[in-house]
């Protein structure tokens, strides 16, 4: 089945700065890679996802890319603000099957006014 | 955009009770629904897929007998946990397969003493 690996696990960034969040996975046959952001006790948050015919997609602050030989994709926040503060999540589907999500491990972002 | 209406949203049981959790989608048909449960600063680990009519697929590791998953119709999935005992104390979260991605639901906190 999918491996999801996610980094860092946590991350601080000063207001205003960027934030990169890495993951891999190891199912090739994987087609869709959703970013997900919760806060403490809530639901997971759809940010941006992105599929597998795409390399790269944007809104806003927010962008997602892909590398599908490498099989990794990123989530990129610039002008980071103090309400981005939540814990991120990587997700990867596999393309056949009951079409379950597989998520990271996640990463706590922390950021610093 | 889709809704998935999950209750309780939190709940306290003695351990040997059962308790039941419920997610409904509110404005689309929900085929498949997908269970997580989720420890304090970990990821939402899959436990099952239950899909509309037929039986629900666990994943490896999840005691089916323990946790009864039903979706007797297109727009309502149980989780009922059996016999609960204070490691299955957690935050249970529901997701349905929508239209453009996965909805969530607002998740229930089980605390078993």
């Known amino acids: 089945g999918e491996n999801v690996e996610q980094h860092p696990s946590t991350l601080s960034v000063q207001e205003g700065d960027s934030a990169v969040i890495k993951c891999t996975y190891s199912?090739?046959?994987?087609?869709?890679f959703p970013w997900y952001k919760q806060e403490l006790g809530k639901r997971p948050q759809l940010i941006i996802d992105?599929?597998?015919?795409?390399g790269e997609k944007k809104d806003q602050r927010i962008a997602v890319t892909l590398n599908k030989t490498a099989k990794h994709f990123s989530l990129h926040i610039t002008e980071t603000q103090p309400e981005d503060s939540a814990v991120y999540f990587c997700?990867?589907?596999?393309?056949?099957?009951?079409?379950?999500?597989?998520f990271g491990t996640g990463t706590r972002l922390t950021i610093i006014p | 955009g889709a809704v998935v209406s999950q209750h309780p949203s939190w709940v306290i049981c003695k351990s040997g009770t059962s308790v039941k959790i419920e997610c409904r989608s509110l404005?689309?048909?929900?085929?498949?629904m997908f269970w997580y449960r989720q420890f304090p600063k970990q990821s939402l680990m899959l436990m099952a897929t239950s899909n509309e009519g037929s039986k629900a697929t666990y994943e490896q590791g999840v005691e089916k007998d323990k946790f009864l998953i039903n979706h007797a119709s297109l727009t309502l999935s149980t989780l009922t946990v059996t016999s609960a005992h204070p490691e299955d104390s957690s935050f249970y979260i529901c997701?349905?397969?929508?239209?453009?991605?996965?909805?969530f639901g607002s998740g229930t906190r089980l605390t078993v003493v």
């Open positions: 997701s349905a397969r929508d239209r453009i991605g996965y909805t």
């Open positions: 199912d090739s046959a994987s087609n869709y």
């Open positions: 404005d689309f048909q929900a085929t498949t």
């Open positions: 997700a990867a589907r596999e393309d056949f099957g009951n079409e379950k999500l597989t």
């Open positions: 992105i599929r597998s015919n795409v």
